[in-house]
Nanobody, 124 residues
Framework: QVQLVESGGGTVQAGDSLRLSCAAS????????MGWFRQAPGREREFVAR????????YYADSLKGRFTISRDRAKNTVYLQMNSLKPEDTAGYYC?????????????????WGQGTQVTVSS
């Protein structure tokens, strides 16, 4: 089993930045791909970004390129999501997830482990 715990969410104003963290524990593996997803009330879960097991490959939702950056510290078993120039439409619960697919995936069905989520609220 892999446990994932997100942190770093909060309430900010439009234009601000936040960095989310996802700490992994348990039977973690540096070969696991990791991803971030988000879900706003009344909307489906949405892919945000993914990163490969070695951190060498990243991929983003087209609408978020240039504002969001995913990274990982393998020594700390932690994945980060740096979010800049936040907009009210970024308001959502943000979830990290782990998959045995080394390159990660944009499909939430490919992820076996999920964190409990952290709320991000952006006011205008």
């Amino acid at each position: 089993q892999v446990q994932l715990v997100e942190s770093g969410g909060g309430t900010v104003q439009a234009g601000d930045s936040l960095r989310l963290s996802c700490a992994a524990s348990g039977r973690t593996s540096s070969s696991y791909g990791m991803g971030w997803f988000r879900q706003a009330p009344g909307r489906e879960r949405e892919f945000v970004a993914r990163i490969s097991g070695n951190g060498g490959s990243t991929y983003y939702a087209d609408s978020l390129k240039g504002r969001f950056t995913i990274s990982r510290d393998r020594a700390k078993n932690t994945v980060y999501l740096q979010m800049n120039s936040l907009k009210p439409e970024d308001t959502a619960g943000y979830y990290c997830a782990a998959t045995v697919k080394f390159w990660g995936s944009s499909n939430s069905d490919d992820y076996s482990y999920w964190g409990q989520g952290t709320q991000v609220t952006v006011s205008s």
